[in-house]
Structure formats: structure tokens, C-alpha cells
T-cell receptor
Framework: GENVEQHPSTLSVQEGDSAVIKCTYSDSASNYFPWYKQELGKRPQLIIDIRSNVGEKKDQRIAVTLNKTAKHFSLHITETQPEDSAVYFCAASKRSNDYKLSFGAGTTVTVRA | GAVVSQHPSWVICKSGTSVKIECRSLDFQATTMFWYRQFPKQSLMLMATSNEGSKATYEQGVEKDKFLINHASLTLSTLTVTSAHPEDSSFYIC?????????????FGEGSWLTVV
């Protein structure tokens, strides 16, 4: 099955700086890669996603890059704000598996004011 | 955006009793829903895939007789924890997949905190 690894497990950044989270996946057939933000005790919220036919996608301060050859994808948050503090999960899935998500272990991001 | 509602948000039950958690897609039809379990400070662990009108597919190590899943309609899936024990206490989250025309995006419910005493 799919194995998704996520690094780092914790990340502390100064407000205004950038944060980068990296994930690798094992199944070359995976073709959909969402990123979720989860605050304590709440549901994961989809913040951005990318499909395998695209190399990069940006939405305001958030961007995701995908390298299919290397099987890794990254989340970039620029101009971080205290409200960006949360746990971020990457995930990978494929159509043949009902788009069942395989999650990374999560990254706890703390933005210092 | 798409809305997935989960109920109840919190439930406390006595050991040995059963608890039912509902997951509803409010503004779209979901042929596929997923049930996850999450322990504190850990990732989401997939328990089973629920398909409308058919039996759920359980992940390895998940007891199908203990975690009963029913997906009777295109907007509702239920998870019943049978004969609950304290070790079943956890945060249970469902998710629903929108159809292909909407990009197969997956949305999560609010989650349900189960405490078995």
C-alpha cells in the first residue's frame, strides 16, 4: 500500500517568515495530493491540493509543488501569521483506490509572534 | 464549500454499551465515505471505506464486528462501536468524497469524541 512520510514533525517559525513541509510517497500510481490543516480537536480542513498533471499550484500565501519523478511534494506557507499555527497533514491517493487518503504523520507548526 | 456533518460531537458511554455516530453529506451525494480514528497528537488512521449500498471495506487490523458501518443512502453513513470498552475512547472522524465532476475532493466531518467509562 501507499506509504507517506512527512517532515519535519514540528516546525517553529517567526511571524512573517516562510514555512516549508515536505512529504514523500511510495506508490507511483498516486495522482492526488491534498494538504489539510487541523486545529486542536477540530476537523481537518483542506487548504490546497494538487494533481499529478500539475507541478505547482498557488493560492495566496500557500503553495504546493509536486515532483512526480522523485515522488515528493511540498507545502510552502509564506508570510506566516499566528493563525497559521496548527497541525498540517499531507496525503496521497489514487482513483483506483476510491481516492482513499494515506496521510503523513503530521507537522505541528508554531508561528511565534 | 461542501459540508459534511457528523453527530454527535461528544459522547460518553458506559463500558459494554454501543454507540452510533452519523456522518452526513449535506449538500452533495457521496457514494464513498471514509471513517478514521485519531489518537491525540497522531495522524488519522483509516478504519474503513464505506460505499453506498454495499459492505464496507475494512483496513487490516480493524474488527468489522466491533465497528459496524452502514451506508444506506448517498448522504448518510453510520459507524456503530459495539460493546465499547475504554480502549475504544478516541476521536472518530468521517469524510465524504464528492463525485468526479467536482474533482473527487474529500471533505471531513467535525469529528466525534468518544469516551467510554
Amino acid at each position: 500500500g501507499e506509504n507517506v512520510e512527512q517532515h519535519p514533525s514540528t516546525l517553529s517559525v517567526q511571524e512573517g517568515d516562510s514555512a516549508v513541509i515536505k512529504c514523500t510517497y511510495s506508490d507511483s500510481a498516486s495522482n492526488y495530493f491534498p494538504w489539510y490543516k487541523q486545529e486542536l480537536g477540530k476537523r481537518p480542513q483542506l487548504i490546497i491540493d494538487i494533481r499529478s498533471n500539475v507541478g505547482e499550484k498557488k493560492d495566496q500565501r500557500i503553495a504546493v509543488t509536486l515532483n512526480k519523478t522523485a515522488k515528493h511534494f511540498s507545502l510552502h506557507i509564506t508570510e506566516t501569521q499566528p493563525e497559521d499555527s496548527a497541525v498540517y497533514f499531507c496525503a496521497a491517493s489514487k482513483r483506483s483506490n476510491d481516492y482513499k487518503l494515506s496521510f503523513g504523520a503530521g507537522t505541528t507548526v508554531t508561528v511565534r509572534a | 464549500g461542501a459540508v459534511v456533518s457528523q453527530h454527535p460531537s461528544w459522547v460518553i458511554c458506559k463500558s459494554g454499551t454501543s454507540v452510533k455516530i452519523e456522518c452526513r453529506s449535506l449538500d452533495f451525494q457521496a457514494t464513498t465515505m471514509f471513517w478514521y480514528r485519531q489518537f491525540p497528537k497522531q495522524s488519522l488512521m483509516l478504519m474503513a471505506t464505506s460505499n453506498e449500498g454495499s459492505k464496507a471495506t475494512y483496513e487490516q487490523g480493524v474488527e468489522k464486528d466491533k465497528f459496524l458501518i452502514n451506508h444506506a443512502s448517498l448522504t448518510l453513513s453510520t459507524l456503530t462501536v459495539t460493546s465499547a470498552h475504554p480502549e475504544d475512547s478516541s476521536f472518530y472522524i468521517c469524510s465524504a468524497r464528492r463525485d468526479r465532476s467536482s474533482g473527487n475532493t474529500i471533505y471531513f466531518g467535525e469529528g466525534s469524541w468518544l469516551t467510554v467509562v
